[in-house]
């Protein structure tokens, strides 16, 4: 097995997921709230949840690239300020569901849309646990062999394929397959 196709990092209860821990299907995403790319595969992402329904887990990490978007860091840091008031979903829909909004000055109007305490948010986004989980997001992405976003892991191994959902839809899929040995 290629270790550059692999996700080094395993799926765990530290992960922001969504789906049964028990599913047959993990989907991994390391993602940048600000990256087009990222934002054309998120109805994608929501699609494919919709469709398989409890046979998929969809993982998100933080993979900001802050060379090329001056917002990513400020968002990734938002959708984990909104994480430690149990709010990290409602965030990262609305993060990318409002991309071409994103500005460090919309960010307290979005996090009273969704219900945050704000006191606590302007608070907790400040904090190291934000700032240290996003970087080992990141780290963990860097050490299984990311160089852009968005980029997938099925079951643990890197899809290369185009990000559209027909195209996903047919890896995950493949992997329902019981293979032959």
């Known amino acids: 097995m290629d270790e550059s196709n692999t996700l080094i990092q395993p799926v765990s ?3 922001h997921a969504a789906g049964p821990a028990d599913a047959p ?3 991994v995403e390391y993602g940048d709230y600000q990256c087009p790319y990222c934002g054309a595969a998120y109805p994608v992402v929501k699609r494919l949840q919709n469709k398989l329904g409890r046979k998929l887990r969809f993982v998100f990490r ?3 690239v802050t060379q090329a978007h001056p917002y990513a860091l400020i968002a990734a840091e938002t959708a984990e300020a909104a994480a430690l008031q149990g709010k990290f979903w409602e965030m990262h829909d609305l993060l990318y569901e ?3 909004h994103l500005k460090p000055d919309i960010i307290p ?3 009273k849309r969704i219900g945050l305490d704000l006191a606590k948010f302007a608070n907790d986004i400040k904090q190291d646990v934000v700032t240290n989980r996003i970087r ?3 780290q963990s992405g860097i050490r299984s062999g990311i ?4 980029t997938f892991y099925i079951n643990g191994m890197r899809y290369d394929g185009p990000p559209d959902y027909n195209a996903l839809l047919e890896a995950l899929e493949s992997e329902l397959v019981p293979q032959r040995r």
Do not use: M, S
């Open 147 to 150: 160089n852009g976003t968005p």
């Open 98 to 100: 409002e991309q071409t």
């Open 13 to 15: 209860e530290r992960d």
């Open 136 to 138: 080992e997001d990141r």
């Open 109 to 111: 109007l979005w996090a």
């Open 62 to 64: 933080n993979f900001p």
């Open 25 to 27: 299907l993990t989907l």
